[in-house]
């Protein structure tokens, strides 16, 4: 089992910055894929960037590409994300995620309980 921490995310104005954090704890003995996707209210839970803990392969959406940046210290199973200049559409629950092995493309089956991100003025 691995258990995921998730900190971080807020109310910003559009252009402003904010940062995600997440920390993974429990049976974590092999590489891993963490990272981050989000859920708009009537919109599929999306993709926003994963990254891998070996190699450091990193996937982003299309969407925040150039804006949002994901990093990771291994050390301590963490991963963060990076958000500046936040548009409105970027609001959303923001969950973290855990997979087990490389997999940048599709979330594994642990989830963080979710953080609110609002890009409003």
């Known amino acids: 089992q691995v258990q995921l921490v998730e900190s971080g995310g807020g109310l910003v104005q559009p252009g402003g910055s904010l940062r995600l954090s997440c920390a993974a704890s429990g049976s974590i003995y092999t590489i891993y894929t963490m990272g981050w996707y989000r859920q708009a209210p009537g919109k599929q839970r999306e993709l926003v960037a994963v990254?891998?803990?070996?190699?450091?392969?990193?996937n982003y959406a299309n969407s925040v590409k150039g804006r949002f940046t994901i990093s990771r210290d291994n050390a301590k199973s963490t991963v963060n994300l990076q958000m500046n200049s936040l548009k409105p559409e970027d609001t959303a629950v923001y969950y973290c995620?855990?997979?087990?092995?490389?997999?940048?493309?599709?979330?594994?089956?642990?989830w963080g309980q979710g953080t609110q991100v609002t890009g409003s003025s």
């Open positions: 990254i891998t803990s070996g190699g450091g392969i990193t």
């Open positions: 995620n855990f997979a087990f092995g490389w997999e940048t493309s599709k979330p594994g089956d642990y």
